[in-house]
């Protein structure tokens, strides 16, 4: 296997894409799968998909294609799917409490291990499960337990303060959906910020192209 | 200006990203900026910059740089900003109803025109100064306005079939919330979905390839 860094980050962007494509094509039954098939669900050449996959070493096989549990399993690992990350929440707002319900945290192996919110009226509730703790206890808990990646669903106004304080407490990484730009400075703290506008606007682009 | 079919993926992805940056230095007083500058404050290089603004014709002076507030205009017109897109919102759930909550439409060109719901506990209910109004009435509501855009935020099962409705109703473009694969048929319907594994599953292949 090359050495991942050497890995376009167009390629890392579609790998998650292939990851949903494969749950999908097992969910119905699909053992296995040529590039040109896969290609065509997807929108995209053969060619570009053996390309894609030799950037990790070899998947499939010349006429046979690929198989798909396999393949996915090795997305999986390249994805850090098998490392297990630890997660929490900041913020139980809207966002954050559609994430505790909606979002199959365990399906892409990682652990929910708690939410945490400053309005007090919220601390204590329970959501799928989950209790939503008090914002004072956050810092202790990070500093207790090993978390890889918080979550950062609050007001814009506060994010980088917040982050800032994250950091300094030891969380690896910020997954950040507050649409303020987080600076790490020179933590090392890897930031994947969800900009909603970006995606709107893209939309809106195309549209605005048909016309 | 170049026909903006001839813009690639990447640059129209980044345009979004052009115009949060142009809205911040905007709102810090900063009314002329260098591809240096920006592309500093980016993570992009000054070439880079120009040759991405290069696709839509000249912005800059040589030795003056970008004057932030024309620059900030040309790319919101790309977008299709000034064109006031009529948005509906299909499903108040927390989703729904963080966007009606915090999501600037106005602020990006973008009219809210009403959001529905099919949970009769919800409808009737306000948020943020928009009732929520009947799903059962969605359907007429669309074919007597001008809805350009209709947001799908309801559960997952039902995407594709409530999508093929919107898209029968006249919806021309569907924001898509749902993590479901929308397949537009062969409708023209521009859809943009906003993955949230993807986005986390990228963050997780960066911190697993720090480690």
Known sequence: MKKSSN???NVIRRLPRYLRKLDELSRAGVERISSGELGSQMGLTPSQIRQDFSCFGEFGQQGYGYRVAALRGQ????????RSYGVILIGAGRIGQSLIENFDFSHYGFRLLGAFEIRKEL???EIAGVTIADAETQRDFIRENNVDIAILSINKDHAQQVADELIDSGVKSIWNFTDA??????SGCVIESIHFSDSLLALSYYLTEKD
């Open 75 to 82: 997305i999986a690992r390249i994805l850090g799917m098998d």
């Open 123 to 125: 601390v204590g509730t």
């Open 181 to 186: 730009e987080i600076d790490p400075g020179d």
């Open 7 to 9: 890995i376009s980050k």
